[in-house]
Antibody, heavy 121, light 110 residues
Framework: QVQLVQSGAEVKKPGASVEVFCKASGYTFTSYYIHWVRQAPGQGLEWMGG????????NYAQKLQGRVTMTRDTSTSTVYMELSSLRSEDTAVYYCARVGSGYRYGDLDYWGQGTLVTVSS | QSALTQPPSASGSPGQSVTISCTGTSSDVGGYNYVSWYQQHPGKAPKLMIYEVSKRPSGVPVRFSGSKSGNTASLTVSGLQAEDEADYYC??????????FGTGTRVTVL
């Protein structure tokens, strides 16, 4: 069965960086895009960007350009999301999710369990 | 990229229908048939309910349906059940490899 398993909760200080991983199993890793979505406490969903696990190409939300980096390791079927220069507004649950169809379809059919990142001094 | 606009809340009694709107622009909802809807229960990851405006993934009950007219997409839940009480989010492809989510709607089953 398809599974996306994310790394555990993190507590970071303002200005630091955080890396969250998302390990995929149960399907051909390189055949499906992965997106990252975050949700601040009590708030809605925010699209952060996506990565093509096959070639490694990425697309990032304009708001996060320059601070977010998404990479992948095909040998371990794992996608990584690093967010730098953290501020309190980055406190959120971060989700990875698989795109079921082609990139533009954006149908996120399987989701990780979420990783809480808390930014606090 | 501005979030798509959804009503903050909607409600209905068991067995009734509720429709949630998702309003964007010609650059997102109106420009592509790539609108998805997600259901999220408290403390859980979102679940895909509708994709490509009106398609249901396997396992999603037929009482969930989607449509689109111009720059506004809609999700209708017919025959409301207690377990349908949740937050619902729309999302759309927004061009240039970008995506945008809606503001979210809390559905209450009275």
């Amino acid at each position: 069965q398809v599974q996306l398993v994310q790394s555990g909760a993190e507590v970071k200080k303002p200005g630091a960086s955080v890396e969250v991983f998302c390990k995929a199993s149960g399907y051909t890793f390189t055949s499906y895009y992965i997106h990252w979505v975050r949700q601040a406490p009590g708030q809605g969903l925010e699209w952060m960007g996506g990565i093509n696990p096959s070639g490694g190409s990425t697309n990032y939300a304009q708001k996060l350009q320059g601070r977010v980096t998404m990479t992948r390791d095909t040998s371990t079927s794992t996608v990584y999301m690093e967010l730098s220069s953290l501020r309190s507004e980055d406190t959120a649950v971060y989700y990875c999710a698989r795109v079921g169809s082609g990139y533009r379809y954006g149908d996120l059919d399987y989701w990780g369990q979420g990783t809480l990142v808390t930014v606090s001094s | 990229q501005s979030a798509l606009t959804q009503p903050p809340s909607a409600s209905g009694s068991p067995g009734q229908s509720v429709t949630i709107s998702c309003t964007g622009t010609s650059s997102d909802v109106g420009g592509y048939n790539y609108v998805s809807w997600y259901q999220q229960h408290p403390g859980k990851a979102p679940k895909l309910m509708i994709y490509e405006v009106s398609k249901r993934p396997s396992g999603v009950p037929v009482r969930f349906s989607g449509s689109k007219s111009g720059n506004t997409a809609s999700l209708t839940v017919s025959g409301l059940q207690a377990e349908d009480e949740a937050d619902y989010y729309c999302s759309s492809y927004a061009g240039s490899n970008n995506f945008v989510f809606g503001t979210g709607t809390r559905v209450t089953v009275l």
